[in-house]
């Protein structure tokens, strides 16, 4: 566990995921990309994990920066295609501004044909056609095509920014590994396993809510790659 520094903490969550449900509300809890967003997926909860529902898929991924589409060039270039209709759920409530994220990850049958990833969303919104926040997320292979990245999203469909991403083994995850992330301050952090592998600072934004999301482009994979267990704390300066 990152050493968080001394706090009060202003709302915590946690769950191993017990319930089976299309979207995950656990009592109405939370906040789905499709359900409230519109324009995004929801995330389902079933065999005791939650993972992303069913995407468009009609305009496949293509990031030049992403591994098998020329990661880890300096001229890589090339804008990025694709739905980004990325599962995505928040929990509601009253969070501070400083937020903890940890999820136990399954990944299941990783193939490098798609882009599977588990990501911890921290100060995030989700409305009608408006979904903004951090993601911090890590693509599940532990091999030279594995990466973690840290994203802004803007508000809009398809508007996001990569803030930070670093790419080969020692920034993939598979089952039973251990990711976290904090936003401290302006400071995003994530973890694999209780070290620190990429970081970024930003001012976009300073208050939000915390949630998961997974990627969009993984064909029918969905149900493969997930969290068996999540936790959320957070706290004020």
């Known amino acids: 566990m990152p050493d968080l520094p001394p706090h009060t903490s202003v709302k915590t969550y946690s769950s191993n995921f017990p319930l089976t449900e299309n979207p995950v509300s656990e009592g109405g809890i939370w906040i789905n990309g499709l359900a409230e967003g519109i324009d995004w997926a929801d995330c389902v909860t079933a065999n005791g994990m939650i993972h992303g529902g069913p995407t468009r898929m009609q305009v496949a991924e293509k990031r030049a920066e992403q591994a098998t589409l020329g990661a880890g ?17 928040l929990i509601t409530g009253e969070w501070g501004s400083n937020q903890y994220g940890k999820g136990i990850v399954v990944a299941h049958n990783p193939t490098d044909e798609w882009f599977q990833e588990v990501e911890i969303r921290l100060r ?64 995003l952090t994530g973890y694999i396993n209780g070290v620190a592998v990429i970081t970024a600072t930003d001012d976009g934004f300073a208050n939000g809510l915390p949630g998961v999301g997974f990627n969009f482009g993984v064909g029918d994979t969905g149900p493969d790659t997930g969290f068996s267990y999540l936790e959320f704390d957070s706290w004020n300066d």
């Open 73 to 89: 060039t300096d001229d890589a270039g090339g804008e990025a295609e694709g739905d980004y209709d990325d599962p995505t759920a």
């Open 124 to 187: 995030s919104e989700i409305r009608a056609h408006w979904c903004s926040g951090y993601e911090i997320f890590f693509r599940c292979l532990t091999n030279e095509l594995g990466y973690a990245e840290i994203v802004r999203w803007n508000g809009k469909i398809k508007d996001w920014t990569s803030l930070q991403k670093h790419i080969g083994p020692a920034y993939g995850v598979k089952t039973g590994d251990v990711v976290e992330a904090t936003a401290i301050g302006n400071v």
